[in-house]
């Protein structure tokens, strides 16, 4: 404790918690996510390939690919997953901590639980969801291209060749700032509601139902407001 009795500063980022939690939330989401992000392509070269038969322009499904996936399913499936995997266990984590009492025996240590609990937390998800991101991107073009070139009788050359039409690259980027804000947010909600838990046990079954409810809700308002902000300050590519 400092002199005028508040928690003193710890200096330094707790990076053996924030490498574990890194394993965990990749752990708990890698494969599902990628589980969800193959069928999810596929569904979308579907209606986009039958489409394109219907105009003439089956080269460009890899370009619909692009712009589908990359800057718009990536970043929220991922989001989606982290939340309601990794974010409900940080929630529950964070709810047993307290209800044992042992975030309260922190601080009267001296140990500041934001510090050394939650801020490893919040980086841990912000980096695995770009990493996500990226996974969730190439699974999705891949079941894409499952779709597009054996099923559907297209091109390989065709499929790839048309991801520059109409993407370019700050799609990327906007995916990437997506995601790493998806995740932080994701991680900032389930912290606060395992942070603040007040009662027993069923209390922290509660608070996990409520995180992820709110999380899913803000996220898809975020993206949305996202979307809308990139379409208007981004000029699209013709």
Known sequence: MGIDGTLSIRKGFPFGEFIQQCWFIAKVTAIPVVLIS???????????????????AES???????????????PVATALL????????????????????ELDAMEVMGIDPIHRLVL?????ASLVAVLLNGLVSV????????????????????????????????????????????GFLAASI?????YSVVGGPKSVGDAVNRAVVLTFIILFF??????????NLVPPKF
């Open 38 to 56: 193959i069928p999810f392509g596929v569904i979308i070269a579907l209606h986009v390939g039958s489409f394109a038969q219907q105009l003439g």
């Open 60 to 74: 460009s499904i890899g370009a619909a690919m692009v712009l589908a996936i990359v800057r718009e399913s990536a």
């Open 82 to 101: 982290i939340a309601g995997a990794g974010g409900s266990a940080m929630t529950a984590d964070l709810g047993s901590r307290r209800i044992r009492n």
């Open 120 to 124: 490893p937390r919040l980086a841990a």
């Open 139 to 182: 699974a999705g073009i891949a079941g894409g291209w499952v779709m597009a070139v054996p099923v559907q009788d297209g091109t390989s050359g065709a499929y790839f060749a048309s991801f520059t039409e109409l993407a370019h690259l700050p799609d990327l980027w906007s995916a990437m700032i997506k995601a790493t804000l998806f």
């Open 190 to 194: 389930s912290c606060w509601y395992g």
């Open 222 to 231: 975020t993206n949305f407001i996202g979307t809308a902000l990139y379409f």
